[in-house]
């Protein structure tokens, strides 16, 4: 079974930039479609980036230009380069492995712990 674990979270300051980072285990990294995704408080969690096996990518409109997903295969590893940020941005990200397509999330995949990113002054 897959496990994902996610770092790089923490407190920046509106306009910096953080790198967040989901290690895989247990599983065919390779093949899956990877994604982050984000729940701010009071909020439900949405779709922030996708990334497929062929590294073809998918942004959220309010990302697209600031946000890069990337995937390293060799590391079993896929990031999430965020730069401008704004407050709104605030959340916990959640790193996410499953077996759909870069527009399809397959319902049976598997979720990360989470990492806290806040954004303010």
């Known amino acids: 079974q897959v496990q994902l674990v996610e770092s790089g979270g923490g407190l920046v300051q509106p306009g910096g930039s953080l790198r967040l980072s989901c290690a895989a285990s247990g599983s065919i990294f390779s093949s899956d479609t990877m994604g982050w995704y984000r729940q701010a408080p009071g909020h439900q969690r949405e779709l922030v980036a996708r990334?497929?096996?062929?590294?073809?990518?998918l942004y959220a409109t309010s990302v697209k230009g600031r946000f890069t997903i990337t995937r390293d295969n060799a590391k079993n590893t896929v990031y999430l380069q965020m730069n401008s940020l704004k407050p709104e941005d605030t959340a916990v990200y959640y790193c996410?492995?499953?077996?759909?397509?870069?527009?399809?999330?397959?319902?049976?995949?598997?979720w990360g712990q989470g990492t806290l990113v806040t954004v303010a002054s």
């Open positions: 996410r492995s499953d077996r759909g397509s870069l527009y399809y999330t397959h319902p049976d995949g598997t």
């Open positions: 990334i497929s096996n062929e590294s073809r990518t």
